[in-house]
């Protein structure tokens, strides 16, 4: 009898390191879906709230890079672009402005806060009273079969908030 209970002792010991280990690989293993590629915006399927269509035409198109490290989204033209650059190595992600005002030249970076929910979905909150662009919470998703991009966005503008839903169709490949 007293055999089993140390060894019941030891088992209980070598299945908790085993469980750990078992958490450990899983969450190393976590791989983000792909989101690369260039998305073109579906109006019928966007809600832009207070805005009108005509609001959103320099997020018309958004390209989005990805590596092993960051997912980078882009949007805009030559006289006002946003990048979003999201980490996924601890790194801080932030946010890249550039917006011309008056004929000069500004250029805005602000950091962001990130949280994946899952490897579908990830959201970032931008509070930089004193940038270029206004307090925000957005959260990028993916569909599970990569064909449909969803940012969810909530804007401060002193004490008002401009809430709505960007869709966006994957562009076909040649």
């Not at 007293?2 to 791989?31: E, P, R």
């Not at 890249?96 to 806060?113: D, F, G, K, M, Y």
């Not at 957005?138 to 503008?157: A, E, H, V, W």
Request: charged fraction near 20%; charge should be positive; proline fraction near 3%.
């Amino acid at each position: 009898m007293k055999i089993i209970i140390k060894h019941k002792g030891l088992t209980a010991l070598i299945l908790m390191a085993c469980l750990s280990l078992i958490n450990y690989s899983a969450s190393g293993q976590t791989k983000k879906a792909n989101f690369a590629g260039m998305w073109h915006l579906n109006e019928n399927k966007s809600d832009f709230g207070r805005l009108t269509a005509a609001s959103a035409k320099k997020v018309q198109v958004l390209t989005i890079d990805q590596t092993a490290n960051e997912l980078t989204i882009k949007s805009g033209d030559s006289t006002e672009s946003t990048k979003a650059i999201i980490r996924f190595d601890g790194k801080p992600s932030q946010l890249n402005s550039n917006a011309v005002i008056n004929e000069i030249p500004t250029i805005s970076r602000s950091e962001l806060s990130i949280q994946w929910i899952n490897d579908h979905t990830v959201t970032a909150t931008l509070d930089n009273p004193k940038g270029l662009m206004p307090p925000s919470v957005k959260t990028y998703t993916i569909s599970p079969d990569l064909q449909t991009f969803t940012i969810d966005y909530k804007l401060k503008f002193g004490e008002s908030e401009l809430t709505g839903k960007l869709v966006y169709d994957k562009q076909k490949s040649n």
